[in-house]
Structures are given as structure tokens and as C-alpha cells.
């Protein structure tokens, strides 16, 4: 179980599911849909958002695109935002199984190891990935604290309805995560990035 002082990291630490996220951006009012209210509340141990957006593309081609955890500074982060070294899988399509790994320098010295494994593959559909923190000896710890769920489903006309849901686990005797310390959890900044999504892909 992940100790207080690493859920401190936690709670400043941007985690996309296998890289970063932008801090929180306010996009155009035409685009923004309702804010994201949790239906349970954010007082749980698991706290979470949702996003979704429709893109002028074919589902396959925002899937892989997606899915490629090397296209993330090309959409997910602003140019300003701070990137943590990741490697691993990152030039293709990531399948059950494939993993990234992501180091974090802190500005006051700490540091940060996690790793960012796909658990569910539907191709086309459907990319889970869980997020653990690494130990000493270089191995992933047994706790789950981040999952992300992204899907794609087909319209008519050729176009595709994307989703992001993200999800910062807790654990008893850590401190409580939040979600407005943590960027990864900002409604607002996800929908803004999936509107830099929209635009790259558009074209």
C-alpha cells in the first residue's frame, strides 16, 4: 500500500494513465459541454472525471492515434506544460500487456517512478491502463492508484464519439485525493484537451 507521503505526490501529480495532462485551460464556451459533476460525490476514496467529444475521423484511425503513447505531447500537454521522462512502448498502438514507464523530477528534489500497463485492448473501441508506482527494487508495487478508460464509438457520416474517464484511486491511511490539486482530475482541462485532440486530427 502506497505510503501518505507518496499519495502527497499524488495529489500534484498530473497522471494521464500513461503520461501527463495539461493544467486546467478554459476552452470556448461553444464547445464546453456541462461541467462534470460525480454522481457519488468526490468524499470517496476513488475520485474521477469524464469527457467526450465527437471528431470528424473514423474510429481505427482516433484509436490508434490515441493509444500510441507517444503522441501524447502532440495533443494531451500545452507547450508550456513540464513532461516527464517516459519509455517504453511508445511508437505503436499499445496492447495488453505493453507498458510505460514514467519518471518524475519534483522542483524540490523528489522523485517519482510509475508504470502504466494496458489491462484491457479492444482495438478500434476500447484502451484500459492502470498506473502503479514503482519500488526500490524496480518492481511495481501491488497498488493500483490511477485507471484510465478511453473509447471510441462510430457515428454516422464518418465521424467518432471519443471518450476519456480517469480515475485517482485512494487508499486507507493516505491522504484523501482531490481533484483540485490534481490537474489529471480538472473537467475543464480535459475537455480542452480533447479539443486540441479534435483540432490535430481535423486537420
Known sequence: MPSGRLMKHLLFLPLLGFGVIAAATVASAQTVPPAFVSAIGDNTNVVFVENHIVIDRPANEIFDFVSTPGNVYKWFT????????????????????????????????RKLSLVQTTVVCIPGFE???????????????????SLAVWTVQSLPGGKSMFSRFFSLVGSEGSVTVSRSKNGALDPVGSQA???????????
Open 78 to 109: 500545452k507547450s508550456s506544460d513540464a513532461k516527464p521522462f517516459i519509455t517504453g512502448a511508445l511508437d505503436h498502438p499499445n496492447r495488453v500487456g505493453d507498458q510505460v514507464f514514467e519518471n518524475i523530477d519534483f522542483p524540490d528534489g
Open 127 to 145: 484502451w484500459v491502463v492502470t498506473g502503479q508506482p514503482i519500488g526500490s527494487d524496480g518492481k511495481p508495487l501491488p497498488q493500483v492508484l
Open 193 to 203: 484537451a480533447l479539443e486540441r485532440l479534435k483540432k490535430y486530427l481535423e486537420g
